[in-house]
């Protein structure tokens, strides 16, 4: 009779024990404190979509510090438009307006990314260049009326390209900071930060989130990642790399585990228009005027996140050896590259991050 | 009693198996998510509709404007196979069926994410 008792309570043991390892008792954020995770997303800047990650006690709370994120973002999104002007600030609009008219006075922070770009276009040796709007504007004007017009979608021709180039010498750019002005002194140059803007932004609101106290996130501008602290949990963010094959049944090449790092990737299978069967994606290349057709896509792990957009383009705007050779000189960089042909390159040091 | 009878064996046996196959289904439970998927679509920050995954459903999404975003329920995921806007990365984008995954179609305000269900062990992605 005995070893029947005995038997029974050990069977009721095991079930006790597979109660146990039910997700909820072992939820460790039901365990640890009252925080819930909670995501907001916002599609009004940058013309792309923002996602915040986030940790907090109450949905309000989060909506709360949420509103004040996206604030911060508009106002990044309002200084960097080149397209519309805003009431009662100067923005790039204002600077390519007065071009070669004046010099504009500007907000600190527009100093700051100016500044900042010019950095970036020195260390890439110009692949990087904020001075190339009057290029860029060519290929946005043609791209927007092949994707409104696909049977009607046409290329710039190599005249008006190469007119245009002759303006984008980032020599023009005067930054005063003592008088708090930015003059481009070519009246033809126009600046256009879409290879740096959006990273240096969340850089700058990632900061701003720390300062409101919150230290565990994940903020999303576009794909410009950065990942801060880790979950709740303790565990590192899992940052996905989208495979460029949209057919493929894997929508990721690579994960990345993310604490305290930035992710970004400039690829050419999102934003492009198609000309006689073959698609031309956004990113133009300085040195040829056109868009880049080396690698299929480029990501870039880095602290900051303004550095890793401005290396993810100027990268991009590589071939994947001259790329490779150019990561290897800097440090606390890795990348990674999806060649044309689907296949993987990584920098030296990757390994640390991938999954 | 000292020895084991055939029939204490036999509840041994039983007891055993059937803790194994509790065990078992709440392993796979928690796999797959104890709560059926839910996608919700929203336009312009509002909640439009709410549609369960285990269900099969077409809806031609209409805004105010005439513009419009063609979602189809299916084999528990969520995809967008029809819009009207010119970009087409919300029709290009992969079907959905975790938490974390959305769909969004910048020209109309939509957002297509899932409720409950399983979550995707990516957090965020870069594009």
Known sequence: MKKRITAFLLGLGILLLCLLMDTRTWDPLRNQGKLTRYTATFLDVFDTRTELVGYAKTEEEFTAIAEKIKEKLMHYHRLYDIYQSYEGINNLRTINEQAGIAPVEVDTEMIDLLKFAVEMQEMTSGKVNIAMGSVLAIWHRYREHGVEDPEDARLPSLGELEEAAGHTDPKALIIDEAAGTAYLADGKMSLDVGGIGKGYAVQRTAEYIKELGMENFLLSVGGNVYAAGTKADGSHWTVGITNPDKDSREPYVETVKAEDICVVTSGDYQRYYTVDGKNYCHIIDPNTNFPAEYVSSVSIITKDSGVADALSTAVFNMPAKEGKAFIETLEGVEAMWVLKDGTLQYSSGFSVYAQ | ?127
């Open chain 2, 1 to 127: 009693m000292k020895k084991t009878g055939k029939n204490d064996l036999l509840l041994i046996v039983v007891l055993l198996t059937g803790a194994l196959i509790a065990g078992a289904g709440m392993w796979f439970a928690r796999g797959t998510g104890t709560l059926d998927g839910v996608a919700v679509v929203t336009v312009d920050g509002e909640v439009y509709g709410r549609y369960p995954l285990k269900e099969t459903w077409e809806e031609r999404i209409e805004l105010a404007d005439g513009s419009y975003n063609y979602l189809v329920i299916k084999d528990g995921k969520a995809d967008i196979l029809e819009a009207s806007c010119p970009d087409r990365i919300c029709v290009n984008h992969r079907p959905i069926e975790k938490g974390n995954q959305s769909i969004v179609c910048l020209p109309n305000k939509l957002i297509v994410t899932v409720e409950n269900g399983e979550v995707s062990q990516v957090d965020s992605q870069t594009y």
